[in-house]
């Protein structure tokens, strides 16, 4: 398959939302996207957060930090992001006497992380 | 297995690393040997297994917590508890059956009564221990309960003089095992993990 054929290929899997679910066409560009893969979730730190949010319930900053091995800043800005662009939700909660901040998946973070999945197997087959 | 179980299973053994539940169960075991000589302390044992998850999340919340942080396990989680419960009645009506068995072929007293019933805390321990394995998938969990129901047919090899020794000897036994593995957990915990206060923003 020559380069434009695969161009041609992704913008029509990208339209019809490839084989998961239809892409918001209103806030995600083409170029957010290659072959179906989001760029923003593509990011490894990102990607470590929304696949753990994924994975659990709830989960807060001190359990990501000490996962994940990261620091404050960095962990503050990826959150920061994924919750402006409405993949997680961040509350603060009191855990007995200490106040929390918990982190959860949205519906539409659960949706973006499926189609990564599916875009990243079909990218690889 | 896939990325999503791996990490699911990696929570889960995150939330098991304090030894906290190694530390009650020997607690249960060490009054349980005690009520052998007092039976109102069966009534303490009933208490302390129906308050746990509050105790529990109590000393989580204020010992746990602030060093690891918060997690809340996935509700698809929840549903490996079949797999669990299946295996863990399985084995406790095998232990019963085999408790009963033996009485009933040895005469029933006192003396052998207490000489088979380490088979039934040990079948628990097992079951228990199974709960570990199965969510975390590390077999090593298995061993202790292994290890727990060797011990209690072992145990029925051991002349002792009183029948009752028999089962409180078994039980501290069990109980000075799982206090060891909680509390070398517990202080492991605490060595690793200092308390961290949460920054917001741009901290390091």
């Avoid at chain 1, 999945?117 to 087959?125: E, S």
Wanted: charged share 20%; hydrophobic share 45%.
């Amino acid at each position: 398959m020559n380069g434009k054929e695969s161009k041609k290929n992704a913008r029509e899997k990208l339209k019809s939302g490839g084989e998961g679910p239809e892409i918001d066409a209103i806030t995600k560009t083409e170029n957010d996207f290659f072959f179906g893969i989001e760029r923003f979730l593509h990011e490894p730190i990102r990607l470590q957060i929304i696949a753990h949010l994924n994975a659990s319930e709830k989960v807060d900053m001190i359990f990501l930090k000490n996962t994940l091995g990261l620091t404050w800043g960095n962990l503050s800005f990826h959150v920061t992001k994924l919750e402006e662009k409405g993949y997680i939700i961040v509350e603060k909660q009191f855990i007995g006497k200490k106040p929390y901040t918990l982190l959860q998946i949205s519906e539409e973070g659960k949706k973006s992380f499926e189609r990564y999945k599916r875009a990243i197997l079909n990218f690889l087959k | 297995m896939d990325a999503m179980s791996q990490i699911q299973k990696k929570i889960f053994l995150s939330t098991i690393k304090d030894g906290l539940t190694e530390i009650f169960i020997a607690l249960l075991l060490l009054i349980a040997g005690f009520a052998f000589f007092n039976s109102f302390l069966v009534v303490l044992i009933f208490v302390l297994q129906v308050s746990w998850s509050k105790i529990e999340r109590k000393l989580k919340e204020r010992y746990i917590f602030p060093r690891i942080g918060y997690v809340e396990l996935k509700s698809t989680h929840r549903s490996n508890f079949r797999k669990y419960y299946t295996c863990f009645w399985v084995i406790m009506v095998c232990s019963i059956i085999s408790f009963f068995v033996l009485v009933f072929f040895e005469g029933w007293s006192i003396d052998t009564t207490c000489k088979y019933i380490p088979l039934i805390p040990g079948g628990a321990l097992l079951g228990k221990s199974l709960y570990f394995c199965i969510f975390s998938s590390k077999w090593k969990y298995l061993g202790i309960g292994i290890i727990s129901l060797f011990l209690a047919i072992a145990f029925i090899f051991i002349p002792f003089p009183v029948g009752r020794d028999f089962a409180v000897y078994y039980l501290w036994l069990e109980a000075i095992i799982m206090s060891s593995v909680g509390s070398i957990k517990y202080f492991n915990f605490l060595n690793k993990y200092p308390v961290v206060q949460e920054k917001n923003g741009d901290g390091g």
